[in-house]
């Protein structure tokens, strides 16, 4: 089946700095890559969507220039967390769509993001 | 506006049968799935439906009727493994196929 990867899996940094969450698509060509962030107990709200080649979408409410989307290639898309607050704790998670299996999305693993 | 609801937790015991309702109102369907999801692990592909009816995969089945704008998920012979949250997605018809999740139900099987 379709592997994606994230990775770090986990990160902890201090208020104020950014990270990076990387997502790849390992066996597959994803065009499109979606970024997902998930609240303890609650599900899945979609932040934005990755398109290989062009600007990310963002869903409603969701600041652009605070989460960074980059979808350089057709197997990276990356998320950057500029300025991270302790808010911006949460789980991140990626998923992937691949042209090949149009009815089926593939999820990473995760990044959990704990901001001090 | 879009809007997926399913109930907040269920309960079962081990060896029985359950079902998890899904209801949707969404400006468009193309589609809906079930995952599942372990505490902090990502969604696991269960089903997907697009036309009424039952599918079938071993002891999940899924089941649409898209005039009532509901589904759900049935999970035969529960095993304590099936412990997890159940989430109900829909897939709408704009752009790249984005998918819409409820906010799942957390089901707890009991020996």
């Known amino acids: 089946g379709a592997v994606v990867s994230q990775h770090p899996s986990w990160v902890i940094c201090k208020s104020g700095t950014s990270v990076k969450i990387e997502c790849r698509s390992l066996d597959f060509q994803a065009t499109t890559m979606f970024w997902y962030r998930q609240f303890p107990k609650q599900s899945l709200m979609l932040m934005a969507t990755s398109n290989e080649g062009s600007k990310a979408t963002y869903e409603q409410g969701v600041e652009k220039d605070k989460f960074l989307i980059n979808h350089a290639s057709l197997t990276l898309s990356t998320l950057t967390v500029t300025s991270a607050h302790p808010e911006d704790s949460s789980f991140y998670i990626c998923?992937?769509?691949?042209?090949?299996?149009?009815?089926?999305?593939?999820f990473g693993p995760g990044t959990r993001l704990t901001v001090l | 506006g879009q809007n997926i609801d399913q109930p907040t937790e269920m309960t079962a015991t081990e060896g029985a049968i359950v079902q998890i309702n899904c209801t949707y109102q969404?400006?468009?369907?193309?589609?809906l799935f079930w995952y599942q999801q372990h505490a902090g692990e990502a969604p696991t592909f269960l089903s997907y439906n697009v036309l009424d009816g039952l599918e079938e995969k071993g002891r999940f089945s899924s089941f649409l009727s898209r005039s009532k704008g509901y589904s759900y998920l049935l999970l035969k012979e529960l095993q304590m493994k099936d412990s997890a949250s159940y989430l109900c997605a829909v897939r709408g018809n704009g752009g790249y196929n984005k998918l819409i999740f409820g906010a799942g139900t957390r089901l707890a099987v009991h020996p």
């Open positions: 969404t400006s468009g369907f193309n589609g």
């Open positions: 998923s992937a769509r691949w042209t090949g299996k149009v009815n089926e999305q593939f």
